[in-house]
């Protein structure tokens, strides 16, 4: 449940903040990993594009595990709490273009509420 924004809140640093997850875990994990994806040659990807365009007001950074390793490459982009897995370069270039520069969602590549493992017996 996210907390509502309060006048006492500092302003937001970055107004786009993307989490790739670079996770890599031994090969043959039963719940791979992004890395093991592709993920770092994706995030490196959106980093130079983001970079190139001059996205103002914006950082890509690597992160840990984000515990969605099964559908990975994951990734998350804030303040609006949208995750992707996006496979290729072209379709992290379809989120640049959509979602950070023309403010939609690219929902064929979305990870939703629903993208959740059973729970183990």
């Not at 107004?15 to 995030?43: M, Q, T, W, Y």
């Not at 990807?45 to 390793?69: D, I, T």
Request: net charge positive; charged share 25%.
């Amino acid at each position: 449940m996210s907390k509502p924004v309060t006048p006492s809140d500092p302003s937001i640093f970055y107004s786009c903040h993307i989490f790739v997850c670079c996770n890599r875990r031994p090969d043959g994990h039963r719940r791979g990993s992004c890395a093991a994806k592709g993920s770092e040659g994706l995030r490196d990807y959106m980093k130079a594009r983001m970079k190139e365009l001059q996205v103002p007001q914006s950082r890509v950074n690597s992160a840990g595990c984000m515990e969605r390793c099964e559908f990975g490459p994951a990734m998350v982009i804030y303040p609006e709490g949208v995750w992707y897995r996006p496979a290729t370069t072209e379709d992290v270039e379809e989120i640049i273009q959509t979602h950070i520069l023309g403010g939609g969602r690219v929902a064929r590549l979305m990870l939703t509420e629903n993208d959740v493992l059973p729970p183990k017996a």
